[in-house]
Nanobody, 118 residues
Framework: QVQVVESGGGLVQPGGSLRLSCAAS????????MVWYRQAPGKQREVVAV???????NYADSVKGRFTISRDNSRNAGYLQMNSLKPEDTAVYYC????????????WGQGTQVTVSS
């Protein structure tokens, strides 16, 4: 009964920006963290950014200084602001919401395609 939906992807030129949104709904009892992943064609899935319920953020080295993760607790929403995009950022981006206290469950969205190309 937990739904996660990503949006905001699209086609952008190198150096451009996109803002991805993540909306969670349903039986949300305790959010531990929200996580953004990405998976490019032929590559393994990787963590892009994490924000905890306490507001702590972490980023992959490849996106530090360019991406910013944030959240809106009142709306159970998360965001990923992506600036200075590079072709290597092209991937399907997924948002997850991590729920629980001692036993954690991670819920995934359907993904949103980001393509950086000239």
């Amino acid at each position: 009964q937990v739904q996660v939906v990503e949006s905001g992807g699209g086609l952008v030129q190198p150096g451009g920006s996109l803002r991805l949104s993540c909306a969670a709904s349903g039986s949300i009892y305790s959010i531990v963290a929200m996580v953004w992943y990405r998976q490019a064609p032929g590559k393994q899935r990787e963590v892009v950014a994490v924000i905890t319920s306490g507001g702590t953020t972490n980023y992959a080295d490849s996106v530090k200084g360019r991406f910013t993760i944030s959240r809106d607790n009142s709306r159970n929403a998360g965001y990923l602001q992506m600036n200075s995009l590079k072709p290597e950022d092209t991937a399907v981006y997924y948002c997850t919401v991590l729920l629980g206290t001692t036993a954690w469950e991670e819920y995934w969205g359907q993904g949103t395609q980001v393509t950086v190309s000239s």
